[in-house]
């Protein structure tokens, strides 16, 4: 069956303006998570959707949202962008986040903000 | 201003040799445990995991050991691979709202020389 698809895989954007990206989870899967990756923070929990609810958010500032869909894919927005938001991007999606096993992680947007 | 990369720890094995990777953990609460592997370009991957009523616990060709008292995870990969090589990264999870909700150690880059 299909993986985690995230779009886009990568992008550029300049610093002030605002994006979004965008998760599609495996078929059945409730749960979305995000998570950011940077060479100087490492990999650092940003929030959790399920069944449109954001259940769980990580120490990131109000920038920083999202929003789940009724067929469970995910979105997530950063507004006025700052350099240090240049980051990997993976979302990571879960039949039952309960049981554990961390999720099937997508390949990540690489956004650069310029 | 220019980024700093984050220099990680390297582990450089030859071909058929055990490697052992090492990650310690600061909260006490975290009852999960989880190694990941991560190619270049992909995101993280699942490898094995561990919950805190246990000390060791095998997969195939991977074992991983917890010592709760000094907060430590190991990962053991046996007779490694040129394949095996990528970061590794453990994970420590509380639960929160019916999931689990992860740290990221810094990672470890695992060089399998043939």
């Known amino acids: 069956k299909a993986g985690v698809t995230q779009t886009p895989r990568y992008l550029i954007k300049t610093r002030g303006q605002q994006v979004t990206l965008s998760c599609s989870p495996i078929?059945?899967?409730?749960?979305v998570s995000w998570y950011q990756q940077t060479p100087g923070q490492g990999l650092q929990f940003l929030f959790e959707?399920?069944?449109?609810?954001?259940?769980n958010k990580g120490n990131f500032p109000g920038r920083f949202s999202g929003r789940q869909f009724s067929n469970s894919r995910s979105e997530m927005n950063v507004s006025t962008l700052e350099l240090g938001d240049s980051a990997l991007y993976l979302c990571?999606?879960?039949?039952?986040?309960?049981?554990?096993?961390?999720?099937?992680f997508g390949s990540g947007t690489r956004l650069t903000v310029v | 201003g220019e980024s700093v990369g984050l220099h990680l720890p390297t582990l450089s094995v030859q071909e058929g040799d055990n490697s052992i990777i090492n990650c310690a953990y600061s909260n006490s609460a975290s009852d999960y445990f989880i190694w990941y592997k991560q190619e270049s370009g992909k995101g993280p991957q699942f490898i094995i995991d561990i919950r805190s009523n246990m000390d060791k616990r095998q997969g195939q060709r991977v074992t991983v050991l917890l010592n709760k008292t000094v907060k430590h995870l190991s990962l053991q990969i046996a007779a490694t691979q040129p394949g095996d090589s990528a970061v590794y990264f453990c994970?420590?999870?509380?639960?929160?709202?019916?999931?689990?909700?992860?740290?990221f150690g810094r990672g470890t880059s695992l060089i399998v020389h043939p």
């Open positions: 959707y399920f069944s449109e609810t954001q259940r």
């Open positions: 994970a420590d999870t509380v639960r929160s709202g019916g999931s689990y909700i992860p740290t």
């Open positions: 078929s059945g899967h409730r749960s």
């Open positions: 990571a999606s879960s039949g039952d986040p309960g049981t554990g096993g961390g999720g099937t």
